[in-house]
């Protein structure tokens, strides 16, 4: 009697053998077609990619949202300090001022032009 399994005197032993018991394959669900694949597997903008429309317009509208969401999480340097009803350290303050000069010269430059325009 080396195995607990064996040990019970309750129905038959075979019913407790771990290859017997499979799950059905109707248990697992499938992702959806759009979303089965690796992420960042394809390039977003390849025109010869042959998604339809409506699953180009929904990683759009994803995207627009992950942007959003992005944006929202954007840590205040010193709003920890402030929430707190304190006043932020001269370190909080300082970044954001870099923060805030950061922003002006990327809004100056335009958005998203890093390097040479050609």
């Known amino acids: 009697m080396s195995s607990g399994a064996m040990m019970s005197n309750v129905g038959n032993p075979q019913i407790y053998e771990d290859g017997d018991q499979r799950t059905s394959k109707g248990t697992t669900d499938a992702p959806a077609s759009f979303e089965a694949g690796q992420r960042n597997a394809h390039d977003q ?28 999480t954007k ?24 923060q805030a000069e950061d922003e002006a010269t990327f809004k100056q430059k335009g958005k998203g032009s890093f390097g040479p325009n050609v």
């Open 45 to 72: 903008l390849d025109s010869k990619d042959e998604r339809t429309l409506g699953n180009k317009l929904a990683q759009a509208e994803k995207v627009a949202h992950d942007e959003k969401q992005r944006a929202k």
């Open 75 to 98: 840590p205040d340097p010193t709003g920890a300090a402030r929430s707190h009803g304190n006043e932020p350290s001269r370190g909080a303050q300082i970044d954001a001022e870099l």
